[in-house]
């Protein structure tokens, strides 16, 4: 419509049938108007994701409500009440769709549920009872690569003239079948008509984002979910769409599919898997809302078993700067761990840590993300399946229990359950449940921004500021009691919001003790 209003003024120039005053009205009123589609257009205007606490749920392992030892979407809807009980306000689900695996990291279906899991009936049951909750729910959603038994690929596998041929990357007479993929792994694999690329698995076929059908349909997938009423997705290996020489490729497809999401519901939530570091990660921040934050997840777990903070203190402005400079609005998803990771128990060894590094795991900013079983200290080592192991809900056995995997972890001696911890008010559960009600009671904690102090080794300490509210969290990361003064750069009342005690503190100074392991929240 600008091109056309232009060609009319230009026109009327040319001809000198409009006056000089209907000139300049008309060309005021053409800039106006461009300037205005212009910024409608912005593919980086986007709505900022405050205040999220999210829970990822395998649902395999999480409540089985017809018995059949696997966890299903009514089991999962059956024990919503739990999950609210966390104080938390979004749902990440793991692969939900059909899938040969028990993972469901292939798919052989993007618009049905796995029937082992229930209907899409279910499911939408389910996402209307989170919304009623007051939760919002995020599917993952995995198109780096199909199940080789998709019938996309199956029929691609038939022959070269395949109509499906070119929704995946098949060798030419050029390429070295032989060459490793970006982990060092075998990527060419021939099932008969050819060698395709699947950098995963044989049985996880790459798709070809070259290919602008591939690309329509993966929006298409999108926006099917989206109008069910789904707030978002998981995008998993966001950084494998191409091969590392095209990174730029990558990130302009994430680009388009961003802006699409967003046409189609406006405050949509899209959050990366982009196992990296953070200068790897940043410019995924100029499409999506969130990446995860893998290096804050071994800061935070290193700084919890080594008793030193120096590493975490070193790393934290970095990353953050970081990410500013690529979009200064980013929106950061931190964790401990995930479905791909050792669990964190079995990596900090003991409650005191545990309830330390989810501490300053739930003070951090940005939308926080916990793995289920974390809250009651599950323990997991490879291979995947047992850090994957069903959910405790009883320390022996009871109803809604899966047994799709027979537990090898969390059984016996050391067999953590909710059963357990519902009633013991120390418990590892009521300690992420009180430290998410708190970060959802203060604006500072739950959307402000964050500033380290500097502090020796065997202290962290930062303030979190939103508005003209700021609070000071001093975490005591050893095992032996410290006695420390603090330069917050601001004046507070000094009240510790934990136990109600006052701190000693004078011209921005605070005098606090600590002990082995804890930490003061103050204001």
């Known amino acids: 419509m600008n091109y056309l209003l232009g060609s009319i003024i230009l026109r009327g120039i040319v001809m000198g049938k ?5 000139i300049f009205l008309s060309l005021f009123l053409f800039i106006i108007y461009a300037n205005a589609c212009t910024f409608n257009n912005d593919k980086n205007v986007r709505i900022k994701q405050d205040g ?9 392992s999480f409540y089985d409500s017809d018995g059949d030892g696997i966890g299903d979407i009514k089991g999962l809807t059956e024990k919503l009440s739990y999950i609210k009980s966390l104080g938390v306000n979004g749902i990440w689900l793991m692969p939900i769709f059909k899938s040969p695996s028990y993972h469901g990291y292939d798919v052989t279906d993007y618009y049905n549920i796995n029937s082992e899991y229930g209907t899409n009936e279910d499911f939408e049951r389910f996402l209307k009872r989170a919304h009623e909750m007051g939760m919002k729910v995020i599917l993952d959603l995995v198109i780096n690569h199909t199940s080789s038994k998709h019938p996309w690929f199956l029929n691609a596998d038939t022959s070269p003239n395949s109509k499906y041929r070119n929704f995946y990357i098949w060798a030419d007479k050029d390429t070295n079948t032989s060459k490793l993929s970006p982990f060092g792994t075998k990527q060419w694999h021939n099932k008969g008509s050819g060698f395709y690329n699947g950098i995963f698995w044989s049985e996880m076929p790459d798709l070809n984002f070259d290919n602008k059908n591939v690309r329509k349909e993966i929006k ?7 109008e069910k009423g789904v707030d978002g997705f998981r995008l998993d290996a966001a950084m494998h769409i191409y091969p590392p020489e095209r990174t730029q490729d990558t990130l302009e497809w994430w680009d388009e599919f961003s802006q699409y999401c967003r046409s189609v519901k406006k405050d949509v939530y899209l959050v990366g898997e982009v196992w990296s570091n953070e200068r790897a990660i940043a410019p995924y921040l100029k499409y999506l809302d969130s990446c995860f934050n893998f290096t804050l997840s071994e800061s935070i777990i290193g700084t919890v078993i080594n008793e030193d903070s120096s590493k975490l203190q070193y790393s934290l402005p970095f990353v953050y700067d970081e990410y500013k400079n690529s979009y200064k609005d980013y929106v950061d998803a931190p964790f401990l761990t995930n479905h791909d990771m050792e669990r964190v128990m079995n990596r900090v060894a003991n409650i005191d840590k545990m309830k330390l590094a989810s501490a300053i795991l739930l003070m951090m900013p940005g939308n926080p993300f916990i793995y289920y079983g974390e ?10 399946e047992y850090i994957r192991e069903p959910f405790k809900w009883y320390r022996v056995y009871g109803r809604g229990q899966t047994k799709w995997e027979e537990s090898i972890h969390n059984l016996g001696d050391y067999s953590p359950s909710v059963e357990q911890q519902e009633s013991e008010p120390d418990s590892l559960l009521n300690h992420y449940r009180n430290l998410i009600k708190l970060r959802q009671s203060y604006s500072s904690l739950s959307k402000g921004d964050l500033s380290l102090i500097k502090t020796d080794s065997n202290v962290f300490a930062f303030k979190r500021t939103f508005n003209n509210e700021t609070m000071v969290i001093v975490f005591n990361v050893t095992s032996k009691k410290v006695t420390t003064d603090i330069d917050a750069g601001v004046n507070i009342e000094g009240i510790n919001i934990l136990n109600n005690k006052n701190v000693k503190h004078a011209n921005n100074i605070i005098y606090i003790e600590l002990q082995p392991y804890s930490y003061a929240i103050l204001k």
């Open 52 to 60: 999220m606490v999210y829970y990822e749920v395998f649902v395999r």
């Open 18 to 22: 409009i006056s000089k005053l209907l």
């Open 375 to 384: 809250e009651i200290g599950m323990k997991g080592l490879k291979p995947d």
């Open 220 to 226: 298409k997938i999108a926006k099917y979910w989206l």
